[in-house]
């Protein structure tokens, strides 16, 4: 009898470390609020300086500054569903015990949140391609080509990940 009190207050001692662990990660989803905050004070920016110009930008430049501001709104996007996840997946269960207290709108499972990043890093890579072939007399055809490259792997990936969920989901349902 004695034996197993050993394993079992180490298993618990054990288990108590490692599910603390999970505030190790509080500076680096702080870190990526503060980013949060310089991607906002980047898209004020970008927006500022576009507006008094407006008037005497061509329709070319115009859709490549608008596609700079959607950019930024989609890594800031990007961040956001990271931080939003971890809060979901490592800090609010232990703070919400009963269904009322959690946020209703904060319930994403692990393959929406795969797929969301994946969507948004493909958009990511897309406006940096339209970007490319905008200045494309500017810009070497391999760079192009490499990023073109890029985004028909990021598509790939996508495709295969909900791929995978899905015959995962119907393999559950066995």
Known sequence: MPDQVVPVRL???????????????APIYFGL??????????FVQ??????PGVLDMTATNLVLAVLGLVDVSLVANLVLIVVLAGWQGFVD??????AEGRLAWLTLDFS?????????????????????FMHADTIPGATIGWQLAILIGVGV?????????????????E
């Open 11 to 25: 298993t618990k001692s054990l288990g108590q470390i490692i599910f603390s662990a999970r505030w190790m990660m």
């Open 33 to 42: 609020l503060v980013s949060l905050v310089l991607l906002v004070i980047k």
């Open 46 to 51: 970008k927006l500022i300086v576009l507006i």
């Open 93 to 98: 269960p232990t703070l919400c015990e009963d």
């Open 112 to 132: 929406a949140i795969k797929l969301k990043l994946i969507a948004s890093i493909a958009a990511i890579a897309a406006i940096a391609l339209l970007e490319s």
């Open 157 to 173: 990936v996508g495709v295969l990940l909900a791929a995978m969920d899905r015959l995962s989901a119907g393999h559950g349902k």
